[in-house]
């Protein structure tokens, strides 16, 4: 992260920008889909997909 006065800035990796796409359509299909789409998302990036600013 990168601290400019009382703001934090954060960055997204691709790795983690990859992972929220596909989360959201995840969460936005309706369910007869969605079921189907579950076992294609890899939920144990979910905490590993940001890194600072540099």
Partial sequence: SR??????YYQISE???AYAI???KELTTP???REET????DKSHL???FKTAE
């Fill in 3 to 8: 601290q400019e006065g009382k703001w934090t």
């Fill in 15 to 17: 790795k983690g920008s």
């Fill in 22 to 24: 596909a989360l959201f």
């Fill in 31 to 33: 369910n007869a889909v």
């Fill in 38 to 41: 579950i076992a294609a998302i």
């Fill in 47 to 49: 905490n590993d997909g």
